[in-house]
């Protein structure tokens, strides 16, 4: 399909955008010399720039557009929905039919007792509703001062000043001020990266027993949750060692901590089943969703909560003092719960799960064999690969990280297909309805960008081991 929308020239655009649109994580000047990609429209798994350049898109967008881009019936539900009742509020003891039937549905599929949802407009605000709930839960229960919560070092749970304190990301603490008070990493179980000679399960043990460590240097009373996500997303798709998650459950049972489960990539599909603590085996008192739940088509987040925290909370005979405008927003809301009426009805975790995993599992564990691919891993449709010089020693390059990283991704772009780096590791997400012979395109895509990085750094001196 050539076809492009009429619009301004891509150089007229790039120039209004530099002058007034100011991006999120990009250094706008560095940004308005070359002048921004534009896309103007996307269709199932492809997207198209103001080029016309047709470009599969192999991250759905930021891990969202889980059902494909441009369908109909969700397009159709916003509009009814918008004519119905386009926006109330639910603080004020008033609801909506919208918001109340999307709780439902998601209590419907969440495990155990998570049975009530809290909503916010995105992931990174449904972390900070997390911070003062199991904060607000301690106080409840009479423990104000058990308000500390330990994340991970490289998790990501958003850019507010709540969600990037809890998130572990370097570059993010390095502005602003950031952590807040009282929450605090240990380390991530990131085994290629960080494991030296021990085997991945020895080191999914040490990493989850940090947890025990730092929860007895703080002292048990000053300790109120810990979050992390069940495979990390934005820290380069980190899948755990099979022993980390059962013993960060075994520790959180056992010293009495809330678990918080952040599903914002992982729920709803993205690892074959609803949410990643399936997958995983982990029982969360609360977790966090966004993203996936509707698909991306609007923005909706929010937090599953189990019974034991709403019960607390719901019965202190106060106000909880927090919400947003936007909570359940109506419009948002009947659009997440059509995706999830289509999952089902299109049986999307049975494609994930029996046709898409596995045929893409095969060809990505085939990508090993690339020599500048040092491991190549898939749980569900969330995918990496890290670039090496050496893969005997996992060995990083000599060049700055990400150098590596960024070249294959623009090699990528030159090759229209969208894969992120996260340093000098390609990660993938595609859509979940993505087609075997889409894979077939993905794959022979992501074959040659890979077969023209290494020779272009072959050629610029840059295949040397740090
Ligand atoms: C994207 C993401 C968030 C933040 O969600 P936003 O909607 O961007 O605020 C939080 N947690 C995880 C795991 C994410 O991937």
């Not at 021990?198 to 025990?212: H, K, N, Q, S």
């Not at 359940?328 to 009947?334: E, K, Q, S």
């Amino acid at each position: 399909m050539t076809q492009i929308t009429n619009h301004l020239p891509t150089k007229e655009l790039q120039a209004l955008d530099a002058a007034h649109h100011m991006h999120p994580f990009t250094e706008d000047a560095a940004l308005a010399k070359k002048g921004a990609r534009i896309i103007t429209r996307g269709k199932g798994v492809y997207l198209t720039d103001s080029e016309g350049h047709e470009i599969l898109d192999g991250m759905a967008g930021l891990w969202c557009v889980n059902l494909g881009y441009g369908r109909k019936d969700l397009a159709e539900v916003a509009a009814r929905q918008m004519e119905e009742l386009c926006y109330y509020n639910t603080f004020f003891q008033t609801s909506h039919v919208p918001a109340i039937a999307l709780a439902a549905k998601i209590a419907e599929l969440a495990p155990g007792d998570l049975n009530h949802v809290f909503y916010a407009g995105s992931g990174s605000e449904a972390n900070d509703t997390n911070i003062r709930l199991v904060r607000r839960y301690w106080e409840v229960k009479g423990k104000p001062e058990k308000n500390i919560i330990i994340a991970r070092k490289n998790g990501y749970h958003g850019s507010t000043m709540g969600g990037g304190s809890l998130g572990g990301m370097a570059g993010i603490h390095a502005q602003g001020g950031l952590p807040i008070p009282n929450i605090t990493h240990i380390g991530q179980p990131h085994w290629y990266e960080e494991g030296g000679d021990m085997t991945p399960e020895e080191f999914g043990l040490i990493r989850a027993r940090e947890l025990e460590d730092k929860i007895n240097e703080l002292g048990v009373d000053r300790v109120a949750a810990f979050i992390g996500e069940p495979v990390q997303g934005a820290g380069g798709v980190v899948i755990p060692p099979s022993t980390y998650w059962p013993e960060i459950q075994r520790i959180c049972d056992k010293y009495g901590i809330l678990l918080i489960a952040d599903e914002v990539i992982t729920g709803f599909g993205r690892t074959g089943n609803w949410f990643g603590s399936d997958t995983l085996g982990i029982k969360p008192h609360i977790m966090t969703i966004a993203k996936g739940l509707s698909s991306g088509y609007a923005p909706i987040g929010g937090s599953i909560i189990c019974d034991e925290v709403y019960n607390t909370v719901a019965n202190s005979g106060e106000d909880f003092n927090h919400g947003y405008t936007y909570c359940g927003h109506p419009v948002a809301a009947a659009v997440a719960l059509r995706n999830l009426e289509i999952m089902e009805e299109e049986n999307i975790l049975d494609h994930v799960r029996n046709v898409a995993h596995p045929y893409l599992a095969k060809k990505w564990s085939a990508l090993a064999d690339h020599p500048l691919v040092g491991e190549a891993r898939l749980i569900g449709l969330m995918g990496t690969i890290a670039l090496t010089p050496d893969k005997a020693t996992r060995a990083a390059f000599a060049s700055e990280t990400g150098t590596i990283g960024y070249r294959c991704r623009e090699r990528c772009f030159a090759n229209n297909l969208v894969m992120r780096h996260v340093g000098d590791r390609m990660i993938i997400s595609p859509p979940l309805v993505i087609k075997p012979e889409e894979i077939d395109v993905f794959i022979e895509r992501a074959t040659k960008s890979l077969d023209e990085t290494y020779a272009e750094i072959k050629a610029d001196g840059l295949l040397k081991a740090a």
